[in-house]
């Protein structure tokens, strides 16, 4: 491998306060209980953030209620004139923006520089487009806003997350409460900044911070409308159970465990390339991961050849270093997750392979794994791991291959790697996935509808789909 000099980001960019309070009504104003949050890749602890408590979440819920009746009232051009300034303001401050996301969750500098915040903006410039259109966006002639959004957000794209719930909501004339996850706090926290910078109406955006419980009073509280979710399939069920009978709207976006199908006639190179990208990419927390590759058997063995060359080039370490490729795992639990999967990986029978890496000492690391000989009973090849870990298995024939990259309970998203366009087109048609890429994979558009089949979740985020969640 090459040596590379440390190319280190700059950390002084970003001024991150000892503490910060709950964003309610316009102000921030602490918290009675706190948590701290820390570095992933040093276990640093980066600031100290209030817990919301079921009173924090009454305010904020007033405040975005009283907010609602003015911010509903105005016209479409208005609302679009404070999201176009948000997306200004965040394109002007991403660098800082970028800088505090990768030292709050782990993920590589180049990936939240290059990829989450050029997207955080986008969505916000592409909701600001539709605000004053909403009568052209094929909801009926006057679509109307549903209320007060209650939206739950996890760790892996923290700012992504939160755009994709905030920006349609604004656009479409709701208010919002947003819890964000306990392990990445900040990057919302500098988002209410961006608020005010903004001038954005007081109650229009409430951020409230806090655990799992937080997130419950919120989604279960008697004044909100709408409820948007973004995490675990076994929480997706129990906000599910408890929003059913309450006339809630509710959308929920959940795991996967994607098929990345790699047919005989496919381009390896570029196929190796799209695969290390679609498990690799932030260190594989992402719900769409190509977390299961399906190689057509008489090319496996050259193509892992070239992919387990390609993971010897992958740089594991320092977020902050531009030349890092896989950076550290969320959190200790997130950790300790992984590690008990792979080691039932191995238990069951699969086996197990990393290139030769060092992990630095301090902070929570995973080195990039594949497990060959995966049979589609493993658990490897049937829960999400939410890690950089892949499984292998192989087919022979187009069916075969359609019916292991659907056997599974999720829906979310797939991959299709072939020269031939008509076979791209055949399978795409027969995979359950909300999202099927053809010759690439993880690629995101806010004009593109994002969104899952069966234990994936229901309702779609992103385009003109993104809007109908928070329209009546
Ligand atoms: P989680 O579902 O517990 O957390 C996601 C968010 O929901 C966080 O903000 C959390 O505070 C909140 N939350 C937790 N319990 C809640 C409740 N009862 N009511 C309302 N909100 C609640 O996810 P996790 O524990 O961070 O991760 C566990 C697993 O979930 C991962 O290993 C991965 O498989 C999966 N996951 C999927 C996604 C995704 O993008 N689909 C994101 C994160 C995690
Ligand atoms: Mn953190």
Redesign the pocket.
Known sequence: MLEYAPAPESRSVVQIAPSYGLFIDGDFTPGKDVFKTINPASEEVLSEVALGSPEDVDRAVAAARRAFETWSARPGSERAKYLFRIARIIQERSRELAVLESLDNGKPIKESRDVDLPLVAAHFFYYAGWADKLPYAGFGPSPRPLGVAGQ?????FPLLMLAWKIAPALAAGNTVVL????TTPLSALFFADICRQAELPPGVVNIVT???D???Y??EHPDVDKVA????T???R??ARSVAGTGKRLTL????KAANIVFDDAPIDQAVEGIVNGIFFNQG?V?CAGSRLLVQESIAEQLLASLKRRMSTLRVGDPLDKNTDVGAINSA??LA?ITELSEIGTEEGAERWSPECSLPDRGFWFAPTIFTGVTQAHRIARE???GPVLSVLTFRTPDEAIEKANNTPYGLSAGIWSEKGSRILAVADKLRAGVVWANTFNKFDPTSPFGGYKESGYGREGGRHGLEAYLA
């Open positions: 739950v957000i996890p760790w892996n819890k964000p996850a306990e806090g655990a799992g937080t997130g419950r919120l989604v979710f973004t995490g675990s076994e929480v997706g129990q906000i976006e959940l795991g996967g927390h719900c639990a997130q997750r999400e791991i939410f």
